[in-house]
């Protein structure tokens, strides 16, 4: 399974039993794979789109140059390939038991009546047992965060919060314990010491090269390569019918690549960094933004999800897009060329170039997102609107910041929306009008008509174009009066 130079296999303990994958196995869905091959049927797929939660499953990964120890964490398993899972440690739910001890999760669901047609439960279970390997117990509000991502359609919510509130952490179920012990840790990096390149009957390939350089190669030799983070977006795409292509690239074994590095001015995050350890990152830094990612998604979907991935989906109503564009981010390529890594830096104000048309040149990836820190006088205020508060995908969400000066004129102001053209959008015109000038009543009235000449929002299933003008024309209405304190009703 293995030459000198790569492994054409994946490594990862399943329920603490170290598992190799190769071939076409290694390129199905995890969920499929779990039920059809390893049998671990507990877990279910009804969805397959991450949104339901059914296929949740535990993982705990840490990149190879990390001395930490990791932690297990939620995510869906019916939108990731096997061999993403390569170097974790993976929890279903057949390995909460302990000698046919039910965990207490599940225990308590029990008790509580929190199953009826049971087809949800292993999600809630694995969801609240992921929750319970950090807490030692859980109260109504924080069981309901950690089951964003877990739905029910016939038992109702209160009785499996009630389970959650019964249930509480226990040393004999700690999988941490039981599955990350210091054998099972070693063991594994052992295995994976080598780059991975798979190949299905297909003529798929797979890479997971461990360097930077190698990636940049295998880009520029198979053109038409396509980029792998956590396949949130991918892997939903896969399962509506649209085959993986030919020539996958996944950075998840270059250990750099995971990280987030602050300095005085700037974040700087790596291709591979998870939006739930972003949200962590930032939230002294930039809290207005982590308690934005609260709004992103679910649990399962953010401790795998990668910033870059929302950023190159390149979706209209990408929600991190608005902030990275308000923030004048710098998005951080790298292509192999006249034999080097050559890297470059491009603004994100010229990254986006059409509707899901990036500026990104053939054979070049990215490798990270710069985000320069605004000084204490600009006040920056992000928000996502959607028919629900959870789960949902934006109509429009918008980043606004105004640094004003000590006079109280508007010193800069950077406006974006998503949710309102082809690409998020930044609203030049009425960020130039807003300078040099002090807020007034008069001057908002003639900053909304400015605004409303310059956006055209689209029609479809999120809401009309006028709608979104309405929800623009608010959140901006809504923005200044705070920001002002200028009192009255936005
Ligand atoms: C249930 C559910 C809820 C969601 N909720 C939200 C939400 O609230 N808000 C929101 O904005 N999105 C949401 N999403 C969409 C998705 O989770 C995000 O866009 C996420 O950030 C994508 O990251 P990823 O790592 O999974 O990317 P992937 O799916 O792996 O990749 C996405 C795209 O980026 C490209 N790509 C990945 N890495 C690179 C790289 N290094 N260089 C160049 N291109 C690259 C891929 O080729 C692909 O085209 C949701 C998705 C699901 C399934
Ligand atoms: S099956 Fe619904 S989230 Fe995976
Ligand atoms: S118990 Fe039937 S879907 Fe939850």
């Known amino acids: ?83 993403q899972m390569d170097g974790s440690h993976l929890v279903t739910v057949e ?44 109260d109504r509000k924080t069981a309901a965060n950690y089951t964003t991502g877990n739905l029910c359609r016939c038992t109702g919510y209160s009785p499996i919060l009630d389970a959650a509130e019964k249930a509480k952490a226990s040393e004999t179920h700690n999988l941490s314990k039981r599955y990350l012990t210091n054998q099972n840790l070693q063991q594994l990096k052992k295995e994976i010491k080598l780059p991975v390149l798979l190949s299905d009957t297909q003529g798929r390939l797979f890479s997971a090269p461990m360097r930077l350089q190698d990636a940049c190669k295998f880009c520029a030799k198979h053109k038409d390569t396509r980029m792998v983070a956590a ?57 207005e933004f982590s308690k934005f990612l609260d709004l992103f998604a679910s649990p399962q979907i953010k401790n795998v999800a990668t910033l870059v991935g929302n950023l190159a989906n390149a979706s209209p109503i990408g929600d991190t897009i608005p902030f990275l564009l308000a923030s004048d981010a710098v998005v951080h390529a790298a292509k192999f ?31 990270a997102v710069e985000i320069p820190l605004t000084s204490q006088t600009t006040s920056i205020k992000l928000f996502k609107t959607s028919q629900r508060k959870d789960l949902d995908i934006s109509a429009v969400s918008a980043a606004l910041s105004i640094e004003t000066s000590k006079s109280g004129d508007i010193k800069n102001a950077a406006l974006a929306f998503g949710g309102i053209a082809a690409t998020p959008v930044r609203i030049h015109k009425l960020e130039t009008f807003l300078v040099g000038k002090p807020m007034t009543q008069k001057l908002l009235d003639r900053a909304l008509d400015l605004l409303n000449d310059e956006i055209h929002p689209i029609s479809d299933v999120r809401g009309t174009g006028a709608f979104r003008r309405v929800l623009v024309h608010q959140l901006f209405s809504k923005y200044i009066h705070e920001h002002f304190a200028m009192g009255g009703s936005a």
Request: aromatic share 6%.
């Open 1 to 83: 399974m293995s030459d000198k130079t790569s492994r054409h296999h994946v490594a990862f303990y399943l329920n603490g039993e170290l598992t190799r994958v190769q071939g076409d196995d290694a390129f199905m869905m995890l969920a499929e794979w779990l039920r059809k091959r390893a049998l671990r049927t507990g877990t279910k797929i009804v969805c397959a789109e991450g949104d339901c939660g059914a296929c949740t499953i535990l993982r705990a990964f840490e990149p190879t140059n990390s001395s930490k120890k990791p932690t297990f964490m939620s995510m869906n398993s019916c939108i990731a390939t096997v061999a």
């Open 95 to 138: 390995g909460l038991e302990v000698n046919g001890e039910l965990a207490p999760a599940q225990a308590a669901m029990r008790v509580c009546h929190g199953s009826q047609c049971g087809y949800c439960t292993p999600g809630f279970v694995m969801a609240l047992s992921g929750a319970l390997e950090v807490k030692t117990h859980l």
């Open 231 to 287: 396949t949130t977006d991918l892997g939903v795409q896969t399962n509506k019918g649209r085959p993986l292509p030919k020539h996958l690239l996944s950075l998840q074994n270059i250990p750099e690549l995971y990280e987030i590095s602050t300095s005085k001015t700037s974040l700087v995050v790596g291709a591979r960094a998870s939006l739930s350890r972003l949200r962590k990152a930032t939230e002294k830094r930039i809290p």
């Open 337 to 367: 060329s006249a034999g080097k890594v050559i890297k470059r830096k491009i603004p994100i104000t010229e990254f986006f170039l059409g509707y899901k048309k990036l500026s990104l040149k053939a054979g070049e990836f990215i490798t």
